[in-house]
T-cell receptor, first 111, second 113 residues
Framework: DAGITQSPRHKVTETGTPVTLRCHQT?????MYWYRQDPGHGLRLIHY???????DKGEVSDGYSVSRSKTEDFLLTLESATSSQTSVYFC??????????FGQGTRLTVV | GENVEQHPSTLSVQEGDSAVIKCTYS??????FPWYKQELGKGPQLIID?????GEKKDQRIAVTLNKTAKHFSLHITETQPEDSAVYFC????????????FGGGTRLMVKP
């Protein structure tokens, strides 16, 4: 398995609270991604990073922000969680922008 | 942007039979097409991929075919086994820097012993 660790693996939070999910990699890959997975929608890209401090928006970026201060860490922040952000979140990494490898996921429930 | 459609959404086969999952894409600029297998409670696992300069690729019991003219690609699993039961996702991208994957909606494959 690719060296990707997501934390936490499960989280329940209340509407309106901030939440940060962490993705940590040991592969020194350049590209990192955050996807969300919802029934019937497959996986949809939230944000991605192509280097330290270099990030860009994906298909469903509203309500999310990201930061990458080190090659190995990519943080996803929900500034004020809403029930529509209840989902399973996956981090992925890629060395040169082709083959992408996924972490085990974080199940987030917003109540 | 790219749109990927995947069919069927569920597929049930008898052990030993073949399974075929089909995807279509909309952006003719897409040139990289991976397939992922996701088991319950786990992240998607890359099982095979194909690039637009190749029409077919095989890896043991798994094969992928690509028809660029028709903009569709398929996953073929032969001699299915119970451990093949999972959700399978197709995806498409331009395979360049950033490689933003657009995923299909997934196919739940059930292999009955």
């Amino acid at each position: 398995d690719a060296g990707i660790t997501q934390s936490p693996r499960h989280k329940v939070t209340e509407t309106g609270t901030p939440v940060t999910l962490r993705c940590h990699q040991t592969e020194n890959h350049r590209y990192m991604y955050w996807y969300r997975q919802d029934p019937g929608h497959g996986l949809r890209l939230i944000h991605y990073s192509y280097g330290v401090k270099d990030t860009d928006k994906g298909e469903v970026s509203d309500g999310y922000s990201v930061s990458r201060s080190k090659t190995e860490d990519f943080l996803l922040t929900l500034e004020s969680a809403t029930s529509s952000q209840t989902s399973v979140y996956f981090c992925a990494i890629s060395a040169w922008g082709a083959e992408a490898f996924f972490g085990q996921g974080t199940r987030l429930t917003v109540v | 942007g790219e749109n990927v459609e995947q069919h069927p959404s569920t597929l049930s086969v008898q052990e030993g039979d073949s399974a075929v999952i089909k995807c279509t894409y909309s952006d003719s600029a897409s040139n990289y097409f991976p397939w992922y297998k996701q088991e319950l409670g786990k992240g998607p696992q890359l099982i095979i991929d194909i690039r637009s300069n190749v029409g077919e690729k095989k890896d043991q019991r798994i094969a992928v075919t690509l028809n660029k003219t028709a903009k569709h690609f398929s996953l073929h699993i032969t001699e299915t086994q119970p451990e093949d039961s999972a959700v399978y996702f197709c995806a498409a991208s331009m395979g360049n820097a950033g490689n933003m994957l657009t995923f299909g909606g997934g196919t739940r494959l059930m292999v009955k012993p």
